[in-house]
């Protein structure tokens, strides 16, 4: 059955999907069904917490011994999710006592470090998606009059595999899938899923220390490593384009010092106040960089080619020609300094590292000097 919701990317619409969270839910709603009726559903039915149903055919429904199995095949819409096409199964069987118990079997992760949204050794299956689950199965219960317990198992085969292309292992889960989905829905191209990635992250570096590096992603992380700062025995987290969500998650958490370390050509937009630097945001490192040297005395020949270059390291190369490349750069660190400063509030000293793998380090803020100073002690 189709789910005729869409949102608008630039001039596409995009079909949205539902999430694990959802599938599992309504795979448990038919197995609790079949359990207590002994027929299998013809539908199967639910209001997501965003408040649109979802009404999909069963692709599973059948009794393996005393246990009910149900089965709801994911469609993510047009959002490139691996777990798209696979099934999510639902294994219901009766206990003793009232309770509603929800666990995880086949191809579902294990919580293995603290800080995520489970305990460390419970199924990764989040919050919201056990009470959905939860709700589904109850009103099932009353539907047909029952008021023993129930244990629910969430299965998703081939899921083991699929973990591994994911942050999963990364974040400490281990075996599987997450069941997961706050909203109940798949929005396609939505960059809310790697935000609270990065956010589950931040939340696990602050368990281990109040001192923190981030950097945006492969570029800094390979500088990281070479310089030996990823040796420091401060935690290092990639913020993708984010860096500032991730500076509000880390103040929001109590880091205490934080170093962003970057590569020039993404760094540089911070300068102008842009926190958030995918290129379809804004790309203004050239016009940033010609304004900070026209400021330093740099002529109209100089602004006029540093505002056609194709790279932030074109532009260096401008710059040594002019003598400027030190001053221009040290006043670009001091703007972009200040922004992160703001962003990050007065209870985080926040310190700036900009390089270029052509250059190398380029610099770093005067407060970033003092931070990896008392690092190094």
């Excluded at 050794?121 to 129930?150: D, H, K, T, W």
């Excluded at 929005?187 to 981030?214: F, G, K, N, Y």
């Excluded at 490192?285 to 040297?293: P, Q, S």
Aim: aromatic share 4%; glycine share 12%.
């Amino acid at each position: 059955m189709n789910f005729d919701h869409t949102i608008r990317s630039g001039q596409k619409l995009l079909r949205c999907g539902y999430t694990t969270g959802t599938c599992a839910a309504l795979a448990a709603q038919g197995a609790a069904e079949l359990l207590l009726s002994g027929t299998a559903p013809r539908t199967l039915q639910l209001m997501t917490p965003k408040g649109w149903p979802v009404q999909v055919l069963p692709g599973i429904c059948h009794m393996e011994g005393d246990t009910a199995l149900c089965g709801v095949e994911k469609d993510a819409g047009d959002d490139c999710d691996i777990t798209n096409g696979m099934t999510v199964l639902a294994a219901v069987c009766r206990t003793d006592g009232g309770d509603i118990l929800v666990d995880g079997g086949e191809g579902v992760g294990r919580v293995t470090r603290p800080g995520l949204d489970q305990p460390v050794g419970a199924a990764a299956i989040n919050s919201v998606p056990r009470r959905m689950i939860q709700e589904e199965v109850r009103a099932v219960c009353r539907r047909f009059g029952y008021g023993g317990g129930l244990r629910v198992e969430i299965r998703i085969p081939g899921g083991a595999e699929a973990a591994q292309k994911t942050f999963n292992p990364k974040l400490g889960i281990e075996g599987g899938l997450s069941v997961l989905g706050t909203s109940g829905v798949v929005e396609p191209m939505s960059e809310q899923a790697l935000v609270d990635t990065i956010a589950l992250e931040i939340r696990q570096a602050a368990l281990q220390s109040r001192r923190l590096l981030l950097t945006p992603g492969n570029y800094g992380a390979d500088f990281l490593h070479a310089n030996g700062l990823d040796a420091l025995g401060v935690p290092v987290v990639k913020c993708s384009n984010f860096i500032g969500d991730a500076l509000d998650m880390a103040a929001a958490e109590g880091i205490k010092e934080l170093l962003l370390v970057g590569h020039m050509g993404k760094l540089v937009k911070l300068a102008g106040g842009v926190m958030n630097t995918h290129s379809r945001w804004a790309d203004c490192r050239t016009e940033l960089i010609c304004a900070h040297a026209a400021v330093c005395g740099g002529g109209q020949e100089l602004c006029a080619a540093l505002l056609a270059a194709s790279t932030t390291d074109a532009c260096l190369e401008l710059l040594d020609v002019s003598s400027l490349r030190e001053a221009v750069l040290q006043r670009l660190l001091a703007a972009m300094a200040g922004h992160v400063q703001r962003r990050a509030g007065e209870n985080c000293r926040a310190g700036v590292m900009m390089f270029s793998n052509q250059y190398g380090l380029l610099g770093m803020s005067d407060t970033a000097k003092e931070i990896l100073a008392q690092w190094n002690e």
